[in-house]
């Protein structure tokens, strides 16, 4: 059974930084693609990032590309998402999925099928 779990959710003032963290179980990482999404009050879930299982591909939502970074660590199941320069509208809650197959692209919202809870992230003006 897949279980994520995300944590270094937190407030924040725009312009500063926050890592976010998913450890995930239940099945062989390595070989699955990992991804963010983001849900803000009355709008819809988003996709901003994805990477492969070998972390060998990274892929971004436009209004995150070059801000944020989407990294992992095979060796401990985990999955990061380094938010630099956030905005007030970063605010949202944060979560992580894992790909319903092996070696997804993790580029495509529709690969991903398994989440965790969530963190919430609120920038401050």
């Known amino acids: 059974q897949v279980q994520l779990g995300e944590s270094g959710g937190g407030l924040v003032q725009a312009g500063g930084s926050l890592r976010l963290s998913c450890a995930a179980s239940?099945?062989?990482?390595?070989?699955?693609?990992m991804g963010w999404f983001r849900q803000a009050p009355g709008k819809e879930r988003e996709f901003i990032a994805g990477?492969?299982?070998?972390?060998?591909?990274?892929h971004y939502q436009d209004s995150v590309r070059g801000r944020f970074t989407i990294s992992r660590d095979n060796a401990k199941n985990t999955v990061y998402l380094q938010m630099n320069s956030l905005k007030p509208e970063d605010t949202a809650v944060y979560y992580c999925a894992e790909s319903r197959d092996m070696y997804s692209s993790g580029r495509y919202e529709y690969e991903y099928a398994y989440w965790g809870q969530g963190t919430q992230v609120t920038v401050s003006s």
């Open positions: 990477i492969s299982g070998s972390g060998g591909s990274t």
């Open positions: 239940g099945r062989t990482f390595s070989r699955y693609a």
